[in-house]
């Protein structure tokens, strides 16, 4: 099963043998060198060439990570740079980095569109997109098929030596934003053109950081500089006041106690009232091993086998009762001040998550679903994956919400844009037992493909399909003339 690769694990070899032979170019490399070692003193974006691929490479590189050829095609050999911009911090302008990854050869008159793709939980600074880390590499299959691909780093990781501030939804939104700011003053340069369309993903941590995002460009917290056209998250901690937590601390072990530790110490760092000595949080042994496991220099599974089996030896024995029983506790107050569910989309917002997920709980998406459906809104769903955990759930989510978006990229005739005509129309999506196919007639021919093998699991001809014998879970829909088209069923 292609998705299980997706679990942020070794890179396959024949991309770790590109990664070997990539060839670096600066540009403004003076200017690249000051920004990176002065983190706290503003200066212009930057860019950096740090590899070029092929299209016969970024092929073998799909088909290294088990996706299906039939539905993927890498249409545009791809650059991937190493963008330094600044951005707003705790008062301050501090300088970040990101991976940019552009598509060459599109002489179309109107222009790339942006597809932010927001990466999930890293502990190691060199991990980040721009050093091309296992989930950077997505950047390359997602730009070959025409999008200008954007995948900030965040404060703390990349080149930034600041703590990172895990799941904090101001630096995460910022980190986005001031990226897209930074993409579009260095379209000159780097010869590229944008054509209006601003995407949005993000898996895990990403999920978090998507939705933060995506929420502040439809609240225009930046103004109407970029218009947000889609996004699609997928399993992130959309509620972390009122989910994430409580479900975390309801158990006596977490499979991921470093997310804990980092979330207490990154928080921390933003705010400043969570503990003043982090023994007040964690017992000993543990308190006094954190902040030098937090460095940026240790990976998660180094620092997960320095924490206790359960949550009771981890924490200390007073600190939950406190925080249950005490809305303002300043944990409390941090939690509620970075859950990004409450708003109204304007643009539609797919939010991916499977039932089996042990590090986010899938409630999150739901909670987000009910609550954006009861203030009005009609243009989200929460889409069940399946009975998967948090490493099968990501191929899955990173790959359906690219398909996702290039169903929705506006295609260029002439110099205008216009509907993307192979986005196939299905009513209702989601469905339970039958869906009907806009556009469809009796002798139209009809396949139903699985997103995770490639293979054809039904096809038949009409106007409905019959979905009785199709577990729950995002599959994609071909139909003769009309396009494709992902299909969420639920059970």
């Not at 053109?193 to 999920?207: E, T």
């Not at 978090?208 to 992130?236: C, I, K, V």
Request: hydrophobic share 40%; net charge negative.
């Amino acid at each position: 099963m292609w998705h299980a690769l997706f679990a942020f694990g070794p890179l396959p070899s024949c991309v770790s043998n590109m990664l070997n032979m990539t060839r670096f170019l600066s540009l403004c490399a003076t200017a690249s060198l000051l920004c990176w070692s002065a983190a706290h003193t503003a200066c212009a974006q930057t860019a950096e060439l740090q590899s070029t691929f092929s299209q016969s490479q970024l092929a073998s590189m799909a088909t290294a990570f088990g996706i299906p050829s039939d539905l993927f095609s890498a249409d545009h050999d791809v650059e991937m740079y190493r963008v330094i911009y600044p951005m707003p911090y705790l008062g301050d302008t501090v300088n970040v980095s990101g991976a940019l990854f552009v598509p060459l050869g599109f002489d179309e008159p109107c222009g790339l569109p942006i597809h932010v793709y927001m990466h999930g939980t890293l502990f190691k600074r060199t991990d980040a997109p721009s050093f091309l880390g296992s989930e950077g590499m997505f950047g390359g299959l997602m730009a070959t098929l025409g999008q200008l691909v954007l995948m900030p780093d965040y404060v703390g990781l990349g080149t930034s030596q600041l703590m990172h501030p895990y799941v904090h939804a101001q630096s995460e939104s910022d980190a986005g934003f001031f990226m897209m700011k930074a993409a579009d003053a260095l379209s000159g340069e780097l010869g590229y053109a944008l054509n209006g369309q601003n995407f949005i993903s993000g898996y895990s941590q990403g999920g978090h950081a998507a939705m933060a995002l995506a929420r502040d460009l439809t609240t225009t917290a930046y103004g109407d500089e970029f218009t947000l056209s889609g996004a699609a998250p997928g399993s992130g901690p959309y509620d972390i006041s009122g989910t994430q937590f409580p479900l975390t601390f309801d158990a006596t072990s977490y499979s991921n106690p470093a997310y804990l530790a980092y979330n207490v110490v990154g928080w921390n760092s933003v705010y400043g009232t969570l503990y003043e000595d982090l023994d007040e949080v964690f017992q000993e042994p543990y308190a006094s091993t954190m902040l030098d496991l937090l460095d940026g220099t240790h990976d998660a599974a180094t620092i997960n086998n320095a924490c206790p089996p359960t949550l009771e030896e981890f924490v200390q024995p007073n600190l939950l009762d406190d925080i249950f029983n005490n809305p303002d506790h300043p944990f409390n107050v941090a939690a509620q001040d970075n859950d990004v569910y409450q708003w109204i989309p304007e643009a539609p917002v797919e939010m991916y998550y499977c039932t089996q997920d042990e590090q986010v709980f899938y409630q999150n998406a739901l909670v987000a679903e009910s609550w954006m459906t009861a203030e009005g809104s009609t243009m989200h769903e929460a889409v069940d994956l399946g009975a998967l955990d948090h490493g099968q759930c990501a191929g899955l989510a990173i790959f359906g919400a690219t398909l996702w978006i290039e169903d929705r990229v506006e295609a260029c005739t002439e110099g205008v844009l216009e509907a993307w005509p192979r986005s196939l129309g299905m009513h209702p999506n989601p469905a339970a037992n039958q869906v009907r196919l806009t556009g469809a007639h009796t002798s139209t021919s009809w396949k139903v493909v699985s997103v995770a093998t490639g293979q054809v699991v039904l096809s038949g001809q009409g106007e409905t399909l019959h979905l009785e014998s199709l577990s729950a879970g995002m599959w994609l829909v071909q139909a003769d003339g009309l396009g494709r088209g992902l299909l969420s069923v639920t059970r």
